[in-house]
């Protein structure tokens, strides 16, 4: 018998592919396939059905099998200092967290979606810099939240056993691979993982690469995204891109990935139709320069920043010799539902030459 050799699968964001809200999970499903996508990642098991019905559920998961796609999924933020923000899994439980989240778990595991996505705070994009992330929140040190996430997780953690799936938490904006990596160990990775999104790490000045090769043996699930990152007033600039416009170093690090899962599922992240968000936010602040940010990422070595340093300057030499458009000329372009469609269908095809670059076995498009 011959045995099948394990191959990348590549697909998209279910809250981001366009239209999302209007088509919902069966009708994304569906698109996501005439563009070539391989499956879906909804980033909670809520935005497939809000009232967890067990019958719609699995009507989704059906459509996914008959259409030979992956479905991702997962539960919601694990910080309990974020949790206030995100009430519907407080409902979800009838006014029991702990209730809502094994729900949640039950019914993702009654579909056979056993790795689930977290995360532990979400993003102020309506700030700017230090503000916007909770990492450096005045009224609870980030020490805190991450002491009591860790406490949260290990009431997750026979619940997670028991149902056989595998609580993972996203390289996220405010959190580092390194605070990350503790978080697991701690929590035990038979029942945690990482989801690596790939540019978020910029936002912690992580290189890609360096933080790829951290959280590698506990890799599960992806958010793929590129980035510029640039200087600019404040610091530097961070603005989502179409692969191989940003400075993401793909063909280097999807060998990283492939190594630690050969079987893993590339899920691109794009950025938001503006028919779907209206009102996108402008770039990221990194404040690079700040001592009191880089007082905040005590990890962060010297040879890390200056390797990350040393990637944006090479960055800007692209910018200047116009191989790629700089922050303004970008932000000015239009950005409605048939640009997104080719920012994912050309982030896929870089995905794809990547792989075929590295030696990496990514499976055909549909």
Request: net charge negative; with cysteine.
């Amino acid at each position: 018998m011959t045995s099948i050799e394990p191959q990348l699968r590549i697909g998209v964001d279910g809250r981001k592919i366009p239209e999302a809200d209007k088509r919902g999970a069966i009708g994304s499903l569906h698109h996501a396939r005439e563009l070539g996508m391989q499956g879906l990642f909804f980033r909670t098991v809520l935005e497939m059905s809000p009232t967890l019905d067990l019958g719609e559920l699995r009507e989704i998961r059906a459509c996914a099998d008959e259409l030979d796609m992956y479905l991702e999924t997962g539960l919601g933020k694990v910080n309990p200092y974020a949790l206030a923000e995100t009430p519907e899994v407080r409902a979800i439980g009838e006014g029991d967290t702990l209730l809502g989240f094994r729900r949640m778990m039950e019914a993702c595991a009654e579909i056979e979606c056993r790795e689930l996505w977290s995360a532990t705070a979400n993003l102020k994009a309506a700030f700017r810099g230090r503000l916007s992330i909770d990492r450096f929140r005045t009224d609870v040190a980030w020490e805190e939240q991450l002491r009591s996430t860790e406490a949260f997780l290990k009431r997750l953690r026979p619940i997670a056993l028991d149902l056989g799936v595998h609580v993972n938490l996203e390289t996220h904006e405010e959190i580092t691979t390194f605070e990350l990596v503790r978080l697991v160990e701690a929590g035990g990775p038979d029942a945690f993982g990482i989801v690596f999104d790939t540019a978020n790490v910029l936002i912690r000045v992580e290189h890609p690469l360096m933080a790829a090769r951290r959280v590698a043996p506990y890799i599960r699930q992806t958010h793929m995204k590129d980035a510029h990152v640039a200087h600019g007033e404040g610091g530097l600039l961070y603005q989502m891109r179409p692969f191989g416009d940003g400075v993401m170093p793909f063909e280097q690090i999807l060998p990283i990935v492939a190594e630690a899962n050969p079987s893993m599922n590339l899920t691109i992240e794009n950025a938001e139709s503006a028919d779907d968000f209206p009102r996108r936010p402008g770039p990221a602040l990194i404040e690079v320069y700040d001592p009191e940010f880089l007082a905040g990422h005590p990890d962060l070595s010297v040879e890390e920043l200056a390797a990350y340093l040393g990637m944006v300057r090479s960055y800007e030499q692209r910018i200047a010799k116009g191989e790629v458009l700089g922050l303004e000329d970008y932000a000015d372009k239009p950005f409605g539902y048939h640009e997104t469609v080719a920012f994912i269908k050309d982030s896929a095809a870089h995905l794809r030459a990547a792989c075929d670059r590295a030696g990496v076995p990514v499976a055909p498009a549909p």
